[in-house]
């Protein structure tokens, strides 16, 4: 079986490298988002194993389930991504995910400007 890992380390790479070797499988490593690209089209890969250092990693999350969709893919956070996510889900913001239309922004600004009954 082949594994990608990305976004690792040299010291934890190798480490991680070595355990997955011994546990039979092949291990490909990306330094970063586009190599990943690059091998995930050219290889048969089965896992991946993704370092997400930067909310930014989320594009590459989202082109292995729209591409690779059999592909089983485990997350590893770093502090800062952790706490980004964090504080997104306890920031009260509202969210309009795209693509939107202006009635969505319309209904949001009304949702907002609503009196809160406490």
């Known amino acids: 079986m082949n594994i990608l890992l990305v976004n690792f380390k040299s010291e934890s790479k190798n480490e991680i490298n070595e355990y997955f070797r011994s546990q039979g499988y092949t291990v490909f490593t990306a330094q970063n988002d586009l190599e990943a690209v690059r091998i995930l089209n050219?290889?048969?890969?089965?896992?991946?194993?993704?370092?997400?250092?930067?909310?930014?990693?989320?594009g590459l999350i989202n082109y292995i389930n729209h591409h690779f969709k059999y592909l089983r893919t485990i997350l590893v956070m770093n502090r800062y991504v952790?706490?980004?996510?964090?504080?997104?889900?306890k920031s009260g913001c509202e969210i309009i995910n795209e693509p939107y239309t202006l009635s969505d922004f319309q209904n949001t600004i009304r949702h907002i400007e609503q009196p809160q009954h406490a």
Do not use: C, G, Y
């Open 42 to 58: 050219s290889e048969n890969i089965h896992e991946a194993i993704i370092r997400l250092t930067k909310i930014m990693n989320i």
């Open 82 to 89: 952790e706490e980004a996510f964090s504080v997104i889900k």
